[in-house]
């Protein structure tokens, strides 16, 4: 039987937001809105992505996944979102975009609230 929870539905929405993103990016759109959106969304979608690893990696060891480790691990990978800004502003002659900040906080309260609220609810295939 397969366990399909909460976070796996976010990391699954990371993995698809997030390859549409490259391919959306190799194209050229005129759009400013689009091209805000794409570029803050590899934020949103790593967000849920790796929150997803975190919990996949806590299963591995036979943890559950609680609202404590989902804010232990949402707050770690706000971190390394915030020093990865940062070196790209130091080190790679890009800016500090503080839209990818805001957008790394909105994803992972978004996420936080939805897992609060549904406890991380497990559904079970039945095949």
Same mark, same amino acid.
């Given at each position: 039987?397969?366990?399909?929870?909460?976070?796996?539905?976010? /990391?699954?929405i /990371?993995?698809?937001t997030?390859s549409?993103?490259?391919?959306l990016?190799?194209q050229?759109?005129?759009?400013?809105?689009?091209?805000?959106?794409? /570029?803050?969304?590899?934020?949103?979608?790593?967000?849920?992505?790796?929150?997803?690893?975190a919990?996949?990696?806590?299963?591995?060891?036979k &943890?559950?996944?609680?609202?404590k480790?989902?804010?232990?691990? !949402? !707050?770690i990978?706000?971190? @390394?979102? &915030?020093?990865?800004?940062?070196?790209?502003?130091?080190y @790679?002659?890009?800016p500090?975009?503080?839209?990818?900040?805001i957008?790394?906080? &909105? !994803?992972?309260? &978004?996420? @936080?609230?939805?897992?609060?609220?549904k406890?991380?609810?497990?559904?079970?295939?039945?095949?």
């Amino acid at each position: 039987m397969n366990k399909k929870t909460t976070t796996y539905f976010f /990391g699954i929405i /990371g993995i698809i937001t997030w390859s549409i993103t490259i391919f959306l990016r190799e194209q050229s759109i005129n759009n400013s809105i689009i091209n805000f959106i794409l /570029g803050i969304m590899p934020n949103i979608s790593a967000t849920w992505f790796f929150i997803w690893m975190a919990e996949f990696t806590l299963n591995i060891k036979k &943890l559950n996944f609680t609202i404590k480790r989902a804010i232990f691990s !949402s !707050s770690i990978i706000f971190i @390394l979102a &915030l020093v990865s800004e940062i070196i790209h502003d130091m080190y @790679l002659e890009s800016p500090f975009d503080i839209n990818d900040i805001i957008a790394t906080i &909105l !994803s992972i309260i &978004l996420y @936080l609230i939805v897992f609060y609220f549904k406890k991380n609810t497990i559904i079970e295939d039945q095949f």
